[in-house]
Antibody
Framework: ELQLVESGGGLVQPGRSLRLSCVASGFTFDDYAMHWVRQVPGKGLEWVAGISWDSGTLSYAASAEGRFAISRDNADSSMFVQMNSLRSDDTAFYYC?????????????????WGRGTLVAVSS | SFELTQPPSVSVSPGQTASITCSGDKLGEKFACWYQQKPGQSPLMLIYLDMKRPSGIPERFSGSNSGNTATLTINGTQAVDEADYYCQTWHDRKAIFGGGTKLTVL
């Protein structure tokens, strides 16, 4: 069964760090780029970051640039995001998402598998 | 920065046709895709490459993209189609989502 399972969410104070993990199963993980997409409860979707199949290309939204670091371990079919200097507006569900192809971005690329999400709450 | 604009809400009667628009500068020169999200669930891909449906997506869902606007059309809307819908494209190697449209089936 195709599956993405996120973990690592929780309550964290502003300015602190958190590392989210995602474990994939049911497909050849190292054939595909992977992404993190977040959603403030009750609000819309926001792409956060993407990583190519070989970790050769990393791409970030402006809101994540310089604070978040995406990475992956193909041997363990896992993806991660290290989130530093967290702010209250980082509070959201964070989804692990499988990309259409091996590259981070491409004309017509889309997200064809989503995890259930893990909630990150940044509050003092 | 590149933005995609969707109407916050659309209402439709059961059995009628619902159209949800997504507008962006020269969006027709890019590819658009659409996702459906029901309460408490993760998003589900509905349409990719402007108009293609993944296997398992009902034929009543269709898409188009021209000029500055991509459109998701639902023919014969059913109560189960009540959900939030998001368009998405790529700009400068970054994924861009529309703000989402809440479809209400009255």
């Amino acid at each position: 069964e195709l599956q993405l399972v996120e973990s690592g969410g929780g309550l964290v104070q502003p300015g602190r760090s958190l590392r989210l993990s995602c474990v994939a199963s049911g497909f050849t993980f190292d054939d595909y780029a992977m992404h993190w997409v977040r959603q403030v409860p009750g609000k819309g979707l926001e792409w956060v970051a993407g990583i190519s199949w070989d970790s050769g290309t990393l791409s970030y939204a402006a809101s994540a640039e310089g604070r978040f670091a995406i990475s992956r371990d193909n041997a363990d079919s896992s993806m991660f995001v290290q989130m530093n200097s967290l702010r209250s507006d980082d509070t959201a569900f964070y989804y692990c998402v499988k990309g259409r192809g091996a590259a981070v971005a491409g004309a017509g690329w889309y997200f064809d598998l989503w995890g259930r999400g893990t909630l990150v709450a940044v509050s003092s | 920065s590149f933005e995609l604009t969707q109407p916050p809400s659309v209402s439709v009667s059961p059995g009628q046709t619902a159209s949800i628009t997504c507008s962006g500068d020269k969006l027709g020169e890019k590819f658009a895709c659409w996702y459906q999200q029901k309460p408490g669930q993760s998003p589900l891909m509905l349409i990719y490459l402007d108009m293609k449906r993944p296997s398992g997506i009902p034929e009543r869902f269709s898409g188009s993209n021209s000029g500055n606007t991509a459109t998701l059309t639902i023919n014969g809307t059913q109560a189960v189609d009540e959900a939030d819908y998001y368009c998405q494209t790529w700009h400068d190697r970054k994924a861009i989502f529309g703000g989402g449209t809440k479809l209400t089936v009255l």
